[in-house]
């Protein structure tokens, strides 16, 4: 699906470490809806990007448009109120805490009710969460603690928690790093369908090319901290260009 | 680790005989004995409010004794300087600490881990060396006494019973806390701040309000010691109680509401009853920690926990 | 009067910087914050004490083969502690680290003042040390001098074994990138031993240098250990040269503090490590990319 509004655009984004360019003055339109998958090889600037969008790095330059405001200087936590929810690459979540917790926490945060001593409210969230879990599958794990859990039920909590904050752009990084060819699967497929029936947006950074070709429905291609082509997946997998950068080789 | 709060019947009974052996001791082995338990049951409120920053909000703070020494003093300066009767004076030590938990922990929050620990060692030592030197306003190193009756003038056995009333007060409004969203959320942040982050909080908005309120609940702690004795000293947010408090929280456990209260009544019994058999009983609380340190990495609450599993107390896992 | 707390600023800056470096070091390279580094020094103060009636007393040279006897020692202890009880917490919480760093505060303590008694004593240093010289009218204590002058003969020797001797090169690389380091096949652990080793070899010569100068008894770790964290804090954790710097700053500024504002100069000194600790903070923002 193919919208003319279009709910991120980055003009112009621009990061450097000192004299290393990691996005060099990268364009980047979004549109709503869309299942869009970022690739390139180690190094191409795809995490940089993403991390810059969801408002994790000083010293961004250009402009980021969501949904027609400049967000390109905000911190984090005002773009999760705003509407984008993110993973990390090293899945990130609150480890010494179980599952439920880490969702309820997720609900709460997400409500903008951090503060509150209200035990009705807590009881809400938790309700919510056990409906999450749910959602992502993981009903039999609500008491166990992160920690003591596979990469892959991280992962799906991960997801879950970015969920829980009914965000419009899903911003997910290298969602199945690490993660067997079935639980790959199984968690793109959960992602897609939710994607599909709530009318968000995704964005995410992939390696697996069996995914990308399922799951997206454009694929953007980075090498260097540019953008080296932009297009259907089947397009992508033909243009020559990337295959002598990245398709060619192994991955 | 709200875990460590779920109150099953066996655990309820395990609390409820431990107040009536604190009581009975209290009643039963005399004044002096009372005394020890006031302390104890002081210093368990202060290693307890360290242990809700520690445990839960992941911050370590080598400062927390400034908060018990404004407590002292926010109290003392009350009656002293501004001519309060003393039962009207006790609400303004807490106070005094909270507003040196706010104004403190707004700096120190903008740092984390070893700067952060630093920074809160800092704002102690700045705390403690302007009590020490301010000579016309706080008494300086000869601190403030004879301002009231030690105890309220309530006998030690009264008083003890009320040290004991308070920490159970205190300890269930921090329970109440932390089984709230916002224990919920201070635990968040404490766990994975980026993530909480990500998901929409402002981590140091959140760790200021948990500052605050350990800095509260420290500054009861100090104002209670300041009527057990009568008196004020700059001493008590010297780097000592810093310490004394990390070493409670750690003999303790980190990871259990419990452990501010287990390593206060190890220390100070231990304190207490070492001197009786040698006259070495830091050389015995060094390798005391040593040993629990290398050999109990989680503390003495995890082994009771095991240890109550183990013996079929314990409803699940 | 202004240029001898100068001088007497100098060897305090000096003397800090030995101890701070130590320290600085040991969290650079293992990233332990060694609570127990006063002690050392104290340690380092009270052998001397312990040595120079045994070693030529009254000579200059005796007096400094004492410390150095002294500093030998206290590198044992460290060394000691480090392989018997640090080594089995490398890598756990923090705070468990830093807790053991504690235990042994309260060990050495306890054993200084079982050995030593409760009271203050004085380490004799040779007369010739003693003495003042005279420029410009004024009268200069000899002692600062000296000792400032042997603490820049260290700081000369760590500067060139760090920059020009394997040991130094292992050392540097350590402290940058531990992952890699290991890689390469060098001795973490070697690493880490003899880094304690070294401070607090470092510390406790320090302690027997400054203890003619000042008061020796059971206290000293604590006073020391907390101007030793703001040098380090102020120069920056791990930063050795920034370490001089602070341990310069702090070390002048206690000096004149007790010239022009008696009372508040340790008031001065924290928070000037405030000050640091937020101007640092303001550079920074966000958080991990990945």
């Not at chain 1, 794990?141 to 965000?167: H, I, N, W, Y």
């Not at chain 2, 982050?197 to 300041?226: D, N, S, Y």
Request: net charge neutral; aromatic share 8%.
């Amino acid at each position: 699906m193919t919208g003319t509004d279009n709910i991120l655009s980055a003009r112009g984004v621009r990061k450097t470490y000192g004299s290393f360019v990691a996005l060099n003055s990268v364009d980047f339109d979004l549109p709503k809806g869309e299942r869009h998958a970022l690739i390139g090889p180690n190094g191409a600037g795809k995490s940089t990007l993403v991390a810059c969008i969801a408002g994790q790095l000083p010293g961004v330059e250009g402009s980021i448009l969501f949904k027609g405001h400049e967000v390109a200087r905000l911190m984090p936590a005002e773009l999760a109120k705003r509407g984008i929810g993110r993973t990390f690459q090293i899945s990130r979540a609150f480890l010494q805490m179980t599952v439920l917790e880490n969702l309820t926490s997720a609900h709460i945060i997400s409500a903008g009710r951090w503060a509150s001593l209200s035990k009705s409210l807590l009881a809400e969230a938790t309700d919510k969460a056990g409906a999450m879990l749910a959602t992502v599958g993981l009903s039999d794990r609500a008491q166990t603690k992160v920690a003591d859990m596979s990469l892959g039920d991280r992962k799906r909590l991960e997801f879950g928690m970015a969920l829980a904050c009914d965000p419009d752009l899903l911003l997910l990084d290298e969602p199945t790093a690490g993660m067997s060819i079935k639980e790959r699967h199984y968690l793109m497929d959960l992602v897609a369908q939710r994607v599909d029936e709530t009318g968000k947006t995704l964005l995410f950074v992939e390696h697996d090319i069996d995914v990308v070709l399922k799951i997206a429905q454009r694929v953007t291609v980075m090498v260097r901290g540019s953008i080296l082509a932009t297009g259907a997946p089947t397009e992508i997998a033909a243009n020559e260009q990337v295959q002598a950068v990245y398709l060619g080789g192994h991955h | 680790m709200s875990r460590s709060l779920r109150m099953t019947p066996a655990r309820w009974a395990a609390l409820g005989a431990a107040i009536i052996a604190i009581e009975l001791a209290n009643r039963v082995g005399g004044p002096g004995m009372s005394l020890v338990l006031a302390e104890m049951l002081i210093l368990a409120l202060f290693a307890s409010s360290l242990n809700l920053l520690m445990s839960y909000g992941h911050m370590v703070s080598f400062g927390h004794s400034a908060f018990f020494g404004l407590g002292a003093y926010g109290f003392t300066l009350m009656v002293t300087k501004a001519g309060l009767p003393v039962e009207a004076a006790l609400v303004f030590g807490p106070l005094a600490a909270a507003l040196g938990g706010l104004v403190f922990g707004a700096l120190c929050v903008r740092l984390t881990e070893i700067y952060f620990a630093m920074l809160t060692l800092a704002c102690a030592q700045i705390t403690f060396t302007v009590l020490f030197q301010w000579y016309d306003f706080t008494g300086g190193d000869t601190g403030i006494t004879g301002f009231m009756d030690a105890r309220f003038g309530l006998s030690e056995a009264n008083f003890a019973t009320l040290t004991l009333v308070v920490l159970g007060v205190c300890l269930a409004a921090m329970a109440r806390i932390i089984n709230s969203p916002l224990g919920m959320s201070i635990r968040s942040v404490g766990q994975d701040r980026w993530r909480a982050e990500a998901l929409g909080l402002a981590p140091r908005r959140v760790q200021l309000v948990a500052f605050v309120i350990a800095a509260f609940f420290a500054g009861i702690a100090g104002t209670l010691f300041a009527v057990s004795q009568g008196s004020a000293f700059p001493d008590y947010a010297g780097l000592g109680f810093t310490l004394d408090a990390l070493i409670m929280v750690v003999i303790g456990g980190l990871h259990s509401f419990w452990s501010g209260v287990i390593g206060a009544v190890i220390f100070t019994q231990l304190r207490h009853w070492a001197p009786l058999f040698t006259d070495h009983w830091e050389l015995a609380l060094g390798i005391i920690l040593l040993v629990i340190v290398i050999a109990l990495p989680h503390g003495v609450a995890s082994v009771a926990g095991k240890l109550a599993r183990m013996l079929g107390l314990e409803g699940r896992k | 009067m202004i240029w001898v707390q100068l001088v007497n600023g100098l060897m305090e800056g000096m003397m800090l910087f030995l101890i701070a470096s130590g320290l600085t070091l040991i969290f650079g390279v293992s990233r332990i914050v060694n609570f127990a580094h006063g002690s050392l020094y104290m340690l380092g103060a009270f052998l001397t004490y312990a040595l120079v009636p045994l070693v030529g007393p009254g000579t200059v040279a005796g007096f400094f083969a004492a410390v150095l006897l002294a500093g030998v020692a206290t590198a044992a202890i460290g060394t000691a502690f480090e392989v018997l009880a640090l080594r089995r917490i490398y890598g756990s919480d923090p705070l468990m680290q830093l807790i053991i760093t504690v235990a042994l505060v309260f060990i050495i303590r306890d054993v200084v003042r079982w050995i030593w008694g409760a009271n203050s004593v004085t380490v004799p240093a040779p007369d010739a040390l003693m003495g003042a010289f005279v420029i410009g009218g004024n009268y200069y204590p000899v002692f600062p001098f000296v000792i400032f002058g042997a603490g820049l003969v260290v700081v000369l020797v760590m500067i060139g074994i760090i920059r020009f001797t394997r040991a130094g090169i292992i050392l540097r690389a350590g402290t940058d990138d531990r992952g890699m380091a290991a890689l390469l096949g060098i001795n973490e652990r070697l690493i880490f031993t003899g880094v304690f080793a070294a401070g607090s070899f470092l510390a406790g010569i320090a302690g027997g240098m400054a203890a003619p100068y000042g008061d020796v008894n059971y206290l000293l770790d604590t006073t020391v250990i907390v101007s030793a964290f703001i040098v380090c804090v102020i120069g920056g954790l791990g930063n050795l040269y920034g370490a001089l710097a602070g341990a310069m700053l702090v070390g002048i500024t206690k000096a004149m503090g007790v010239l022009y504002f008696p009372r508040l100069s340790m008031v001065l000194i924290f928070l000037i490590m405030a000050v640091v600790l937020i101007a640092r903070s303001l550079g920074r923002q966000g958080g991990p990319a990945r």
